[in-house]
């Protein structure tokens, strides 16, 4: 028993020992328990709701040039073309939620570059204006503030990426004329470095100099440079085709930055646009959506993108109505596929939608005749057309064939513009043009007329503009509401956005006070210049 109780006792002290050991552990391991699901959780709130309710997309879409007209213009075509009910309306039509003014400092009648500006830096300016005040001082700009603050940026367009729309965001010059020095801010070349991470358009041309082996033949930057090469050595990607474009799989294979030049000038209008060598506008916004969403997936940070349905206005400045309508409808395309994106998107984003004026003075009526008109327009016209002017008038340029009035009448006329009550003065006017811009009004007024579809000018006007919106956040719809319905000044739409991403516009503007902006000329006689030589290239120096 003694030994027993000798040998057990000890026994008793272990166990009592282990126990006291076991209930440590026990405690131990349930306190790690508690603090790393406290861990863990607090983990899960920094980096999912807490981030997720704080990281926010801003979508900012510039139809440039397009009115209220154009959209009772395309709205009606599309009933008509594809047989739909009268209350059938456009994806964007759903989502108008205000109007815009658009005048500019210096004018009643905006350009896009001051209209760009309105957007950009929040103020107005004066027509020609990219990103610089009245008294030609940089301002700081919504994307390069957002990039500041950690945010990604793109810029989106179908004209030359240096047009005064995607310029306005992403460089500060005097004159918008200055491409070839905004094609330098946009890689970077300026006080605060590159500030952009996605570019895809066209405007290849001001990118390198007269003809290159590798990268095009028509190339015009007067300092000899190649700025994609250059880019190239710097860490950009490079896509200069629609092979490299594909090869980008709808934004699932980018490494930014990313410069994707599509044309020399413009992308071709949607109606002209051969899909082999094109994308449209869709494929490049939802390329730039996705590679930017993958960007920004582990960041707390969402990302700013410009997309801009540039060539609407091409349309307008030519009195194109055929061309006009399919530029909506890719512009709708568009807006409907990023709309998707955001419905499901978990990250905060918001959709705004707007013009920077409107272009063509365009009606949808036209008195034909001195007797009074009739209450009619007829869509057909604009789907029987299978050709915008600009690319008939091309081909009208480029014949070389025997039988001129055959190819006029037989091919111009009747298979591709669908005209049959053309008359004898017809093709002779046709036959006797030899400019672009004759050729392309005497095209386009035939489709006009005949559809009945008035233009005032082949300029801009100062009409109202619609304002659309989308918010995947009640409380960010109600705040857009607030701050965008009814009828605006274009800057609200800056405020707006700057205020909603809560950016320092101001602050930038301190940090971009030495960036080189004016163009080395005597500025005097650019006074009588036309300095808003709109699209220069719109008509002469495309390739023919
Ligand atoms: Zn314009």
């Not at 981030?51 to 395309?74: E, H, Q, W, Y």
């Not at 994707?260 to 869709?282: G, Q």
């Not at 808003?532 to 719109?538: A, E, K, L, S, V």
Request: aromatic share 10%.
């Amino acid at each position: 028993m003694e030994k027993q109780s000798l040998v057990t006792k000890p026994l008793k002290t272990s166990r009592r020992t282990s126990r006291k050991v076991a209930h440590f552990l026990l405690a131990f391991v349930l306190l790690t328990c508690v603090l790393l699901s406290f861990d863990t959780f607090q983990e899960s709130w920094n980096q999912s709701w807490w981030r997720k309710s704080s990281k926010k997309n801003v979508i900012f879409f510039v139809t440039d040039g397009m009115g209220p007209a154009s959209l009772s213009l395309t709205r009606s075509f599309r009933q008509f073309s594809q047989n739909l009910s009268r209350d059938d309306i456009l994806v964007l039509d759903q989502h108008l939620i205000g109007s815009s003014r658009t005048m500019s400092s210096s004018s009643l009648i905006t350009d896009s570059a001051a209209g760009a500006t309105a957007f950009s830096c929040a103020l107005k300016s004066y027509n020609g204006a990219i990103g610089v005040d009245p008294e030609k001082q940089p301002c700081g700009t919504l994307l390069e503030a957002a990039k500041l603050r950690g945010y990604h940026t793109g810029l989106v367009v179908t004209t030359r990426i240096t047009d005064a729309t995607p310029a306005a965001f992403s460089s500060h010059v005097d004159y918008r004329f200055q491409e070839d020095l905004i094609a330098q801010h946009q890689l970077g070349d300026y006080p605060l470095g590159r500030m952009v991470d996605l570019m895809i358009g066209g405007g290849r041309t001001h990118f390198y100099a007269s003809e290159d082996a590798v990268y095009g033949t028509r190339g015009s930057r007067a300092d000899g440079r190649n700025l994609i090469k250059e880019a190239i050595d710097d860490g950009w990607s490079y896509v200069g085709n629609r092979q490299e474009f594909d090869a980008l799989e709808n934004g699932y294979n980018v490494s930014l930055p990313l410069l994707a030049l599509m044309a020399d000038y413009d992308i071709p209008f949607d109606v002209d646009r051969d899909e082999t060598e094109y994308p449209s506008l869709e494929e490049q916004a939802m390329t730039a959506v996705n590679a930017l969403t993958q960007a920004t997936k582990d960041s707390d940070q969402g990302f700013f993108l410009l997309i801009e349905g540039s060539r609407i206005d091409h349309a307008g400045h030519q009195n194109d109505p055929a061309a006009q309508v399919r530029e909506v409808l890719a512009f709708d395309k568009a807006f409907e596929a990023v709309l998707k994106y955001a419905s499901e998107s978990e990250v905060e984003t918001v959709l705004i939608s707007t013009s920077d004026h409107e272009t063509g003075g365009l009606v949808t009526a036209k008195q034909v005749s001195k007797a009074y008109p009739e209450y009619v327009w007829y869509p057909q016209v604009l789907s029987a057309t299978h050709h915008s002017g600009e690319y008939l008038s091309k081909l009208l340029l480029r014949f070389s064939g025997e039988d001129k009035v055959d190819f006029v009448e037989k091919t111009i006329f009747e298979k591709l513009m669908g005209i049959f009550d053309y008359t004898k003065e017809d093709t002779d006017e046709l036959l006797n043009l030899t400019s672009i811009g004759e050729l392309n009004d005497k095209l386009n007024g035939m489709i006009s007329t005949r559809a009945q579809i008035g233009w005032t000018t082949h300029g801009h006007s100062a009409v109202d503009v619609n304002i659309y919106a989308y918010a995947n956040r009640q409380k960010t719809w109600y705040r857009l509401l607030d701050n965008l319905q009814g009828n605006r000044e274009n800057t609200d739409v800056g405020q707006f956005m700057a205020d909603y991403l809560e950016l320092d516009l101001q602050k930038v503007t301190q940090m971009i006070k030495k960036t080189k902006h004016s163009p080395n000329i005597n500025t005097a006689s650019l006074y009588h210049v036309d300095i808003d030589d709109y699209h220069n290239g719109m008509y002469d120096e495309q390739a023919l």
